[in-house]
């Protein structure tokens, strides 16, 4: 065990011990090897300032305002993921983040927990915007769903209520786009309006949206 802890802390040194140890244990400190994870970097950054994409809304209420748990290809379960998970209490309510048709539904889930088994219990919710890029809104509660496959939603109009169904640790909302190219979908990390600017959000901050 020596051995391995001191190996692991060659690996990790820059990061406090605690969380390290923490880590190790989740993940064994490895990173995603996807190349979107430094080109996320420098949008964080604001390193490249020639950026022309859509502009998201939160996916939550005007000047409310949650904590991004976990961020883009995060170490607990985004590690090859470009989503966003915003903790929240069952029962708030969901905004549409861009406006679109709704083309899936799924609100009879009734289980969640950290069982794989529970991963396809997780209700949600895809909406296909013109671009051909497509959101979706997971781990709503059970018949929380306030829109139909075939609906047209304005952005910011409420879509459903969060919940904690599917594979989940604590109440929150999983949020990402997806973008087509050649025929097969890559998630990827989006721009949001909030109380502070236009921002790339990182883990373990507070963002308050504004609409
Ligand atoms: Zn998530």
């Known amino acids: ?22 880590l190790t244990v989740l ?20 390193t490249n300032k020639d950026d022309s994409s859509y502009v998201y809304g939160l996916p939550f209420e005007n000047a409310r305002a949650h904590f991004l748990v976990q961020g883009y290809f995060g170490n607990f379960s985004h590690k090859e ?7 929240m209490k069952k029962g708030t309510k969901i ?26 219990d997780g209700n949600n919710i895809i909406i296909q915007h013109f671009d051909n890029s497509r959101s979706g809104y997971w781990h709503l509660q059970k018949n929380g769903a306030l829109v139909n496959v075939g609906d047209t939603v304005k952005k910011g109009q409420v879509i459903a209520l969060s919940g904690n169904t599917g594979y989940t640790a604590f ?9 087509s190219r050649g ?10 309006e ?13 963002y308050r949206s504004k609409y």
């Open 1 to 22: 065990m020596n051995v391995v802890l001191s190996l692991l802390m060659n690996r990790c040194r820059l990061i406090p011990l605690y969380f390290m140890i923490a």
């Open 27 to 46: 993940t064994g400190c490895s990173v995603s090897k996807n190349p979107l994870r430094k080109e996320i970097k420098k949008l964080q950054n604001g």
């Open 81 to 87: 993921r470009a989503a966003l998970d915003f903790k």
């Open 95 to 120: 905004l549409a983040a861009r406006e679109g048709v709704v083309t899936r539904v799924k609100e009879d889930g009734s289980r969640g927990g950290t069982k794989r088994e529970y991963r396809s």
């Open 171 to 179: 109440p929150h909302l999983h949020f990402l786009v997806w973008t």
């Open 183 to 192: 025929g097969q979908w890559n998630q990827i990390p989006t721009r949001f």
């Open 194 to 206: 909030t109380s502070k600017g236009i921002k790339y959000l990182r883990a373990w901050k507070w």
